[in-house]
Nanobody, 116 residues
């Protein structure tokens, strides 16, 4: 069983920066991929960025403004977000899976609001 804990949501003005973090915990943890998704009101949850052993991947909508990094030993995933726009307002969710399993684990989500 994997638990995901997200940190760093809040309110920020357009053009500002706000970073989010996710930490995975669980016994015998062997995390493979970690990723960020987001869901705005009335919209489906969409992929933002992910970090897998093969590399980092960023959605076109945030490329150049968001960066992602991971600390493997602490099972932590970070996302630095710059030049935030009102359309970046959403609940941000962390997702992870483990080697040898097809199960996806999700965090509870954190609210990020960008004011214009």
């Amino acid at each position: 069983q994997v638990q995901l804990w997200e940190f760093g949501g809040g309110l920020v003005q357009a053009g500002g920066s706000l970073n989010v973090s996710c930490v995975a915990s669980g016994s015998g943890l062997n995390v493979n991929l970690m990723a960020w998704y987001r869901q705005a009101p009335g919209q489906e949850r969409g992929w933002v960025a992910s970090k897998a052993p093969a590399g980092k991947y960023i959605a076109d909508a945030v490329k150049g403004r968001f960066t992602i990094s991971r600390e493997v030993f602490s099972n932590a995933l970070y996302m630095e977000r710059n030049d935030l726009k009102p359309e970046d307002s959403a609940v941000y969710y962390c997702k992870a899976n483990t080697f040898g399993s097809s199960t996806d684990y999700w965090g509870q989500g954190i609210q990020v609001t960008v004011s214009s």
